[in-house]
């Protein structure tokens, strides 16, 4: 049972963790990269305008599908690794 | 055959199909009802997600929205693609594993409190029945365009096919009808888009064909847009914010509103397992995107497109653009499509200087104000609703009429397709919370099934009253759907599983100040129960708190939400053990069944 209890604590202490990492690139790609840094990247040419205003328009959703689908993944070896899967 | 009997066609032919699913799955129970049977796999719930997701804002609005504000609109973009990253890894995995038919269920459970329970079905109702009210107004809108019948009409036909499907069929029928509803709108999108990129940048794909060289004057096709309009005095196109606060809490609302919304997190009750309910967020989002992608090319080459048609000397390379700018086209010359739109009064023109050309430019710009006089021009003539481009896109495009036919369809079924799943989320809060867990928890379960086609059918003459007689505010609405989501169930749903120490009276003091805040803010400057004219201050940005506008006070909501949740149950007492425990179990998969009845 105790085994169990810190089997199960370790699980959800990665997922956190991971959970944390996600949300930092879920952040730094939308608020960062499309909104507040965008005139750091001003330089950065595409298509006519900034590598900003693409992450505005395209580049955060695209991220965001790329980190869904990367959660989805880990938990699964996560889930099989502590034996917690269904 | 008459453009006229061709909508009709698609538009009927799409809707047998619907009916015939929804007939076909008939749900049987209220498992099937409420979680479609619990056995949908995730990539046809990811699609049926996208449909229940993507309403007419989206689909006939969004272009709109970013032709015209360009770049500081891409908070939609964003917000409405991001809440399903926080939704995938922060509610949908563990709200399944919970295994109960809806939002109030987990929350009264999970705050072991029948006060939280109806707070929450009151935050429900009001957030879903504010957002069907936008749905059945575009729907009709939509009707009435494309079947030449009265908005009235247009309304109550709407109202008449989502009571069927949504009624007989349930969850079941819904998940599948939404399939199909997905394919149709996003045919109907794409099409148009491809043929409008091919034309003007040569490349198929719309979202790369906004990043592409414009074909006609051999630059990009941003920088060209950024010309075209900079010379008739509107903002650049790509031009930046200067208020970033407001920026990002806007999308921070609407990203919290996406994961708070209850219908869209139901559908993630419909899958048979935990891990399934985290790939298919991933799957709806990539359904979404396919959209959302093509969205900001169609809106910026639609802008493009109508602002060369006015000045055609603008279309190919152009030296001087001032000099462009002297020769618009004359009112006898425009184009047909600006003469069906001009029909249905969604275009109007008035001549100004009386020259008989069509001027348009940004007459509200001071700066532009001596240039525009020294062309003799009296103020912009031709007033176009944003609303219309989507719809109008195969007519500028010169595509054939069949196209026109399918944009319809794929417009009608946005709207019924997000309507029919929020009525869904309304019928159950009041049949299953209301009146099975708090009122009559003897009732059968043929009892309870009717219960919810009742209120269903109660909830459609409801929005439809109010589609019929709009309080004039769709877009207020709308935000207001979203602040109330996110700024009361979204922090409590993730405290409820973050959060093992959250006990009842700090869950429902969070939920009523996030509630009661947003709305104080929202009234304030809307009016008082958005009575026009009731408003304590004028709704400019000089008198926005720190330059916050009502629609991005949704975030702020959350934050005071999740600050006095966990002040309030910090003096309070912790949750009993099996709460704890029910906690404990929600955050590992292992021993998840099918979604279960009490």
């Known amino acids: 049972m105790a085994d169990d209890k810190s089997n199960a604590a370790a699980y959800w202490s990665a997922n956190v963790r991971l959970i944390t990492g996600c949300l930092i690139v879920w952040a730094l790609v939308s608020y960062g990269c499309a909104i507040l840094l965008r005139p750091l990247l001003a330089g950065i040419p595409v298509g006519g305008t900034d590598l900003g205003f693409w992450f505005a328009q395209q580049g955060s959703i695209l991220t965001f599908i790329g980190i869904i689908f990367f959660y989805a993944w880990k938990m699964n070896r996560l889930d099989k690794k502590f034996d917690l899967g269904e | 055959m008459s453009q006229f009997a061709i909508n009709l066609l698609f538009v009927g032919a799409s809707f047998a199909l619907y009916i015939g699913i929804a007939i076909w799955a008939r749900a049987g129970s209220t498992k099937d009802f409420y979680v479609a049977g619990g056995g949908v796999h ?45 939704l995938a890894m922060l509610l949908a995995p ?124 051999g630059v990009p096709l941003l920088a060209k847009l950024d010309d075209v309009i900079n010379a008739l005095g509107f903002r650049d196109y790509t031009a930046d914010v200067d208020n970033k606060l407001n920026m990002v809490l806007f999308t921070m609302s609407l990203m919290v509103g996406t994961a708070g919304l209850p219908h869209v997190i139901i559908r993630f009750f419909t899958v048979p397992k935990v891990a399934d309910a985290r790939w298919s967020a991933g799957w709806a ?82 700066a532009f104000a001596d240039t525009a006089e020294q062309r003799g021009w009296e103020g912009s003539e031709l007033d176009v609703n944003n609303d219309i481009l989507v719809l109008a896109n195969p007519e500028i495009a010169n595509l054939p009429s069949w196209v026109i036919g399918l944009i319809a369809a794929g417009g009608i079924a946005a709207a019924l397709s997000t309507a029919a799943g929020l009525l869904l989320a309304i019928s159950s809060a009041v049949s299953h919370d209301l009146i099975k ?38 877009a207020q609405t709308v935000a207001l759907a979203f602040g109330i989501a996110g700024a009361s169930l979204f922090p409590v749903l993730m405290m409820g599983i973050f959060s093992k120490r959250m006990n009842n009276v700090g869950a429902v003091a969070g939920m009523l100040s996030g509630l009661v805040a947003t709305l104080l803010y929202i009234f304030t400057y809307l009016g008082w129960f958005f009575i026009p004219g009731t408003n304590t201050l004028a709704n400019t940005p000089d008198n926005w708190i720190l330059g916050i506008s009502p629609l991005s006070f949704g975030a702020v909501g959350a934050m005071i939400n999740f600050a006095v949740a966990f002040s309030v149950s910090s003096v309070t007492k912790a949750p009993p053990q099996e709460i704890q425990d029910l906690v404990e179990s929600v955050r590992y998969p292992k021993g998840a069944g099918m979604a279960v009845d009490h």
């Open chain 2, 42 to 86: 995730p990539i046809t719930n990811g699609m049926a997600t996208a449909a229940d997701w993507m309403s007419a804002a989206s689909f006939i609005s969004m272009a709109g929205l970013l032709a015209s504000g360009g770049y500081a609109n891409s908070t939609f973009l964003m917000g409405w693609t991001g809440g399903y990253v926080i």
């Open chain 2, 437 to 474: 867990t708090m009122i009559n928890p003897r009732i059968t379960e043929k009892g309870e099934m009717l219960a919810a086609r009742i209120s269903m059918a109660g909830a459609i003459l409801l929005a439809t009253y109010l589609g019929l007689n709009p309080p004039g505010f769709a």
């Open chain 2, 285 to 366: 989002l990539v359904f979404i995107a396919l959209l959302y992608l093509t969205a900001p090319a169609v809106g910026s080459m639609a802008r493009l497109n109508l602002m060369t048609t006015v000045y055609p000397d603008m279309a190919g390379q152009v030296e001087n653009y001032d000099e462009a700018a002297t020769s618009p086209i004359l009112y006898e010359d425009r184009p047909e499509w600006v003469r069906t739109w001009e029909e249905t009064g969604l275009i109007t023109y008035t001549d100004k200087n009386n020259d008989g050309r069509i001027q348009v430019y940004n007459d509200s710009n001071e």
């Open chain 2, 94 to 217: 563990y709200l399944r594993k919970f295994g109960k038919f809806t939002v109030p269920d987990f929350i009264g459970d999970r705050f072991y409190s029948n006060t939280a329970r109806l707070v929450a079905v009151i935050c429900l109702i009001v957030a879903s029945i504010t957002y069907v009210i936008g749905q059945m107004t575009g729907a009709g809108v939509a009707f009435s365009r494309f079947l030449e019948v009265s908005n009235t009409w247009g309304i109550w036909i709407a109202a008449f096919i989502v009571f069927l499907y949504a009624v007989f069929g349930g969850m079941k029928g819904i998940t599948y009808t939404q399939v199909a509803q997905y394919i149709v709108l996003i045919i109907a999108y794409t099409i148009p888009a491809v043929f409008i990129s091919l034309e003007l940048t040569g490349n198929p794909i719309p979202g790369l064909g906004l990043f592409s060289t414009h074909t006609e004057s």
